[in-house]
């Protein structure tokens, strides 16, 4: 159980064309989702809390117009990387809570993006 | 926000050999995690270990919440251990889960 799945896997984009993760709590439901970034031989950042039903909270310094996140559903959270630049290229990887009487947090295999 | 230390930041080892990887936080938490990232990317649970002590096979982690730090243990290395170790905690806040802030990593490598 508790399985978290990210689509696509990986996706080469044009500078300046827009791109959708899509990041799905398979076997539970998630009101929150988190979405963290990697950089090469990096460690993961937390990028910003995707809360269903109402807007996203982002951490200081990442830029939520460019970085727009929709929690449509208790399964579902999206990310949608604006105007992407290649320096937008990275490792982007989601994260749910099972909120039962842990707050374990279980994440989905990540989506490799290069824009070039 | 709250700072997460692991060391040490590479490990070299024979394989059969045991290892300690430490990881040092600056505040309360409500989770600690610790994670194995293979090399496709995944983020692997090993253990949800705010406190206390667990053990799963090879592996075993301790967490002193008092004084603030976690130890991971690995016993008798396989190189299939290789790879990049993470702690991950929560800090505390009395609400809902909160997203979590990583420590480093630990890049462990088993030669043969």
């Known amino acids: 159980g508790a399985v978290v799945s990210q689509h696509p896997s990986r996706v080469i984009c044009k500078s300046g064309t827009s791109v959708k993760i899509e990041c799905r709590s398979l076997?539970?439901?998630?009101?929150?989702m988190f979405w963290y970034r990697q950089f090469p031989k990096q460690s993961l950042m937390l990028m910003a809390t995707?809360?269903?039903?109402?807007?996203?909270?982002?951490e200081q310094g990442v830029e939520k117009d460019k970085f727009l996140i929709n929690h449509a559903s208790l399964t579902l959270s999206t990310l949608t990387v604006t105007s992407a630049h290649p320096e937008d290229s990275s490792f982007y990887i989601c994260?749910?809570?099972?909120?039962?009487?842990?707050?374990?947090?279980?994440f989905g295999p990540g989506t490799r993006l290069t824009v070039l | 926000g709250i700072q997460v230390e692991q060391s040490p930041p590479d490990l070299i080892l024979q394989e059969g050999a045991n290892s300690t990887l430490r990881c040092n936080f600056s505040?309360?938490?409500?989770?600690l995690q610790w994670f194995h990232q293979n090399p496709w990317g995944q983020l692997i649970n090993l253990f949800y270990?705010?406190?206390g002590t667990k053990q799963n096979g090879r592996l075993s982690a301790t967490t002193v919440a008092t004084e603030r730090y976690s130890l991971l243990y690995i016993s008798s290395s396989q190189t299939t251990d290789s790879g990049v170790y993470f702690c991950?905690?929560?800090?505390?806040?009395?609400?809902?889960?909160?997203?979590?802030?990583f420590g480093k990593g630990t890049h462990l490598i088993i030669q043969p």
């Open positions: 505040d309360s938490v409500n989770n």
């Open positions: 076997d539970f439901q998630a009101t929150t």
């Open positions: 270990i705010p406190s």
């Open positions: 995707s809360n269903e039903g109402s807007k996203a909270t982002y």
């Open positions: 991950a905690v929560e800090k505390y806040s009395g609400g809902g889960a909160d997203g979590l802030t």
């Open positions: 994260s749910a809570p099972l909120v039962m009487r842990t707050d374990t947090q279980y």
